[in-house]
């Protein structure tokens, strides 16, 4: 049987009962398309969170008071002075260092409030943050050293005191604890990063100013946390190691005895991250494929049946000379054609789905070709696979019995 031959006889045969054939076809074109949405999913999840960390910068490191058991409870906590995160900036290859100083505070502008916690800042801070300020200024070293009451607010915060419509917060004036700071500097928006964590819910005040004016649960002279950059061509492990001694020098830490900080970085996170959504991803494929697996057995009920229906066929066309490989090639074409038209269906509706669902997750929409190819392909795979097993059972009929069928 030549492969037109084997189409054109698939067609004719499959033509004959079309709401059975569409039935199983919607078997195949289910599976197919649940494939590739739930995987084009778990990649445009995979690439937000990569693409939400990156922003950060991959050389970024933070070092933080207290360390944190297995459980990830916090023991061991000790304040971090600020001399401490001078001492870190002496470091070679340590380009740049960040120290805050958080507190929690109601900011208030005429009628309006918003619950924020301040957090009390350098210049590096935006710098090493990637925060660009796209009206007014940012905090400057002048800011800091005079301990200024001016703030730095993310649209989040504009949008709760101003309104989304409302006056230019530049030049106003809002408290926070009582006491009056100018607004001289709006974020550009950023939006929710992964987790749902708003990162346009920004107060940022001098660094002096936060003790000073409003207040702290630290020490004097502590800080909240700080980040750190690393430079150019510096390896973020053996800075990691840099740190750890000297924290562990000045905080007179023996030997043996575990540590009272914590040191992390952005390229650690990127990379755990990146695995989990990835093995996220591979499972939620594994689920969508066991779809097409109950296509695949749908597929060899029905031509179980079609065998059955069309025995005394099937003699005819060996008594008349047809072989047994012609009767075998006759059912896995028509197996193989309900799968590949229901896999290209599938693929087609599939492809719509998942940027129709990734637009309305706000996730970046894209489907992978090698995606597309591998579903294609193992909806062709599970035809014949399926179809084997009937199409050797008609080939395997003897032309009397089979005539003798009514």
Known sequence: ???????????????????????????????????????????????????????????????????????????????????????????????????????????????????????????????????????????????????????????????????KEGEDPLGKMIRMKGVPFEVIGVLEAKGKAFGGNDQDDLVLVPLTTVPRTLGSTLPAGSVSYAMIQVAPGAVSGDIAFEIANLMRERHRILPGDPDDFTIGDMTSVISTMSQITGAITLVLGAIGAISLLVGGIGIMNIMLVTVTERTREIGIRMAIGAKRRDILFQFLFEAAAICLVGGGIGLVLGSGGAFAAARAMNLPASIDPQVMLLAFGVSAAIGLFFGFYPARKASKLRPVEALRTE
Request: hydrophobic fraction near 50%; avoid cysteine.
């Open 1 to 163: 049987m030549s492969m037109l031959s084997g189409v054109m006889e698939a067609r004719r045969a499959l033509s004959a009962n079309r709401l059975r054939t569409m039935l199983t076809l919607l078997g195949m074109i289910i599976g197919v398309a649940a494939v590739v949405v739930v995987v084009a999913l778990g990649q445009a999840l995979q690439k937000k969170v990569v693409t939400d960390l990156q922003s950060f910068g991959a050389d970024l490191m933070w070092l933080s008071p207290g360390a944190r058991s297995a459980s990830g409870v916090r023991v061991r906590a000790q304040n971090m002075k600020l001399d401490d995160i001078e001492a870190v900036r002496e470091i070679i290859g340590v380009s740049n260092v960040a120290p805050v100083i958080t507190a929690a505070a109601q900011a208030t502008y005429g009628n309006a409030n918003w619950q924020a916690i301040a957090q009390g800042v350098t210049p590096a801070f935006l710098q090493l943050n990637n925060r660009p300020v796209v009206a007014g200024r940012g905090i400057s070293d002048n800011d800091v050293r005079a301990a200024a009451r001016v703030v730095v607010i993310g649209q989040t915060v504009v949008d709760g005191l101003f309104g």
